[in-house]
């Protein structure tokens, strides 16, 4: 169907923030979509079917990500896209033609999420740096994984996208993952210890929630990350997520890491009105403080409706469940020093297309800049999550 009719040209909103110290700047930028559905009935047998244009928009995006590195001088980092699977084909050829030279051959982490209103790019996060080193890609083989950049004492670490689907079943592939993870750190200098927030996006997770927990913990447990005392342990913020990566690995993981300052990581195992998730057998920190390019940084967990004695909150009511969740993650944040202003990017989980809806429209105004995605939560009656980045003092350009 040809653009004019029936279509409006995609409407792109796009949050950046830059944060700058002597030794680096960091951008965080999170760009979604929208656009005037097309006509629901075809005129003609010859146009039903697909009735819009492939990943219609998709280049718009990633061209004003591109324009704004530009202006900021700025390289990528990390890069995070949620987008339809049948269009990631164009979604990332059209990420290439807008791109040119700010494509160092690192892949950016594909998300593979049903499409919404925006189109089939539900949105795209970009974590960039301007000064230190020049970001360098980091390989297993001949695998590129991710990126390293040095600012000041350290080395900075983001995997993207990493998985082992040829290894088995998901916690196969998940301690198949973990250890590549921590193949990649050492090739930087680092090692499980250095990581200070992961992403893990598992395929169909209510089948096999509990084996994923189990195949993580046994990994901290032989690394000595997690021991007899979860109150001692040092276990990244992370989230736990039903969307998975385009390919369809059971496990797929993303990671920040800080090699050399260790010692300077802060693991808040209870924060907000949370207590340790160690305490239903799920092996993560509720949030992470670390040093980061051009400063302090903190890290809010996935976070959902569960109350201190790790119940589920509100169960049945999404709207309850909502504003449980964003208020456990605003006093999560607020115990590792932050405001609502200093969260730079956030990522929201809807478990159904009402849900997504329902928060749309009652929270519009939401102040963290945030991506919307469907996604299943990780227990069958938890309906919402959300979780945060956030750099203290940074601006918006």
Known sequence: ?????????????????????????????????????????ASSPAKAGRTRPPADGAQEVFEAVADLLGACGARLFQERIFAAEPDLGAVLSGRADAYGDLDDGAPPCVLS?????????AGVQVHAVRGGTAPAVLRLGDEACGRSVRAGNYNYVALSG??????????????AVFRKAEAALREAGGNIFSVVRTWLWLRDIASWYARFNRARSEFFRERGILGPDPALARLPASTGIGVRL????WCGMDALAV???EAAIEYFGAAGRQ??????GSAFSRAARAPAPSGPAAYVSGTAAIDPAGETQ???????????????????????GCRDSDVVQAIVYAKTTDVLALFQKEWPD????????????????????????????????
């Not at 999420?113 to 790019?121: A, D, I, K, L």
């Not at 207590?275 to 239903?280: L, M």
């Not at 919307?372 to 350009?397: K, P, Q």
């Open 259 to 261: 090699v050399g300052g």
């Open 162 to 175: 990493l998985s082992a689907l040829e290894a088995g079943d998901g916690p196969t592939q998940t301690r």
């Open 314 to 336: 509100h169960a049945g009511d999404a709207r309850g469940q909502i504003a449980a969740t964003l208020e456990n993650a605003a006093a999560a944040l607020a115990d590792v």
């Open 366 to 397: 939401l102040a963290w800049p945030h991506i919307a995605v469907l996604g299943d939560i990780c227990r069958e009656d938890l309906l919402f999550e959300i979780e945060m980045t956030a750099a203290c003092g940074a601006r918006r350009l």
């Open 113 to 121: 999420v049903p499409e919404g209103p925006g189109g089939p790019v």
């Open 1 to 41: 169907m040809p653009r004019g009719a029936g279509w409006r040209r995609t409407t792109i909103s796009i949050a950046a923030l830059m944060r700058e110290s002597p030794d680096a700047a960091e951008i965080f930028i999170t760009a979604r979509t929208s656009q005037l559905r097309p006509p629901k009935r």
């Open 246 to 249: 385009a390919g369809g690995a």
């Open 275 to 280: 207590q340790s998730a160690c305490n239903y």
